[in-house]
């Protein structure tokens, strides 16, 4: 994805909201942007800069002190695969090889259609639904390796 071709014009009515206080109002900024392009592309953090007058250096600064931010191009839909211990005794890193096989991509990675991000995460407190995944905002428990990519098929439109 090539900054030029980004429309920059939504970063003016992101800041348009925050009037007054652009330098305490970074972080709410910045996660109304990445919200709208799915991560902060270089070409956008420039322009809240320029239109903030808040120097690139600190939005640069804020961006990668923060996890909550990414500068890399992240799928519609994020998959984050449970890697706690129950989740491990009950088989997940099977489930998770099968996900890996089905998307064509290693843990962190961005399908070539932009349509998932593979995560691995910590407990996410679902255990006693081991081994758990999450697709967006939802829990799928009990998983096998057939299960799972039917699961992971449902999101692929
Ligand atoms: S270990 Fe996977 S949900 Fe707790």
Same mark, same amino acid.
């Given at each position: 994805?090539?900054?030029?071709? %980004?429309?920059?014009?939504?970063?003016?009515?992101?800041?348009?909201?925050?009037?007054?206080?652009?330098?305490?109002?970074? %972080?709410?900024?910045?996660?109304?942007?990445?919200?709208?392009?799915?991560?902060?592309?270089?070409?956008?953090?420039?322009?809240?800069? +320029?239109?903030?007058?808040?120097?690139?250096?600190?939005? *640069?600064?804020?961006?990668?002190?923060?996890?909550?931010?990414?500068?890399?191009? +992240?799928?519609?839909?994020?998959?984050?695969?449970?890697?706690?211990?129950?989740?491990?005794?009950?088989?997940?890193?099977?489930? !998770?090889?099968?996900? !890996?096989?089905?998307?064509?991509?290693?843990?962190?990675?961005?399908?070539?259609?932009?349509? *998932?991000?593979?995560?691995?995460?910590?407990? %996410?407190?679902?255990? *006693?639904?081991?081994?758990?995944?999450?697709?967006?905002?939802?829990?799928?428990?009990?998983?096998?390796?057939?299960?799972?990519?039917? %699961?992971? !098929?449902?999101?692929?439109?």
């Amino acid at each position: 994805m090539e900054d030029k071709t %980004i429309d920059l014009k939504p970063v003016a009515r992101i800041i348009s909201e925050y009037v007054h206080d652009y330098e305490s109002n970074l %972080i709410a900024i910045l996660q109304q942007a990445q919200d709208k392009y799915g991560y902060l592309p270089k070409s956008v953090m420039k322009e809240i800069s +320029r239109l903030t007058d808040v120097p690139l250096t600190r939005v *640069f600064g804020v961006v990668t002190f923060y996890s909550q931010f990414t500068l890399i191009p +992240r799928g519609k839909h994020a998959v984050k695969i449970c890697n706690g211990t129950a989740c491990h005794v009950k088989g997940v890193d099977d489930v !998770k090889e099968r996900v !890996k096989e089905y998307l064509n991509v290693v843990e962190g990675e961005t399908t070539a259609d932009y349509q *998932f991000t593979l995560e691995t995460v910590a407990c %996410i407190g679902t255990c *006693f639904l081991a081994p758990v995944m999450m697709v967006d905002d939802r829990y799928f428990g009990k998983l096998t390796t057939d299960t799972v990519t039917d %699961i992971v !098929k449902e999101y692929s439109n």
